[in-house]
């Protein structure tokens, strides 16, 4: 079954790696294009079904290199009719020398990461990052 992944990130920005189940996968499905100061990646993944998986991506936006001021972002998953499984568990990791100010569901914390599983319909998870003063 191929899966479409759409990101869009604060352009310029810099998708250099994927991986699917811990292996890396080849960037030469994905496309990018950018559209009133974002950059849209689109990439299909072919993944078995029935299967648990896991997805990691590698990027690189503005924020993450000069954020001076506080940051947002908001991430949707569009649950596709007939798909069965037991969630999307999505971890975001972050630099340490950010923190989490915001948070729109509970969610399990790390150094330096979060953790959560998205409901099994239509969803969005919004946080957000302010550099920690030193």
């Given amino acids: 079954m191929t899966s479409l992944y759409h990101l869009y990130l604060s352009s310029p920005s ?10 890396p996968y ?3 499905l994905l496309t990018k294009d950018t559209v009133n100061k974002l950059d849209h990646y689109l990439l ?21 290199i000069s954020l001076t ?18 969630g999307l568990s999505l971890r975001i990791n972050y630099p ?10 509970p969610v399990t914390s ?4 979060v953790e959560l599983t998205l ?3 239509t969803s ?9 003063k030193q």
Avoid: C, W
């Avoid at 001021?69 to 037991?86: M, N």
């Avoid at 969005?124 to 920690?132: I, K």
């Fill in 14 to 23: 810099v998708l250099d790696q994927i991986y699917l189940d811990d292996l």
């Fill in 26 to 28: 080849s960037l030469k």
């Fill in 44 to 64: 299909p993944l072919e993944m078995s079904v029935g299967k648990n998986h896991s997805v990691k991506f590698h990027l690189v936006t503005p924020d993450t």
């Fill in 69 to 86: 001021e506080a940051s947002s972002y908001s991430l949707t998953e569009y649950r596709q009719p007939g798909v069965q499984d037991s």
């Fill in 96 to 105: 340490d020398d950010l923190r989490v100010t915001l948070l729109s569901q």
């Fill in 110 to 113: 790390q150094p330096s990461s």
């Fill in 119 to 121: 409901p099994l319909h």
């Fill in 124 to 132: 969005t998870f919004g946080l957000g990052f302010a550099r920690n």
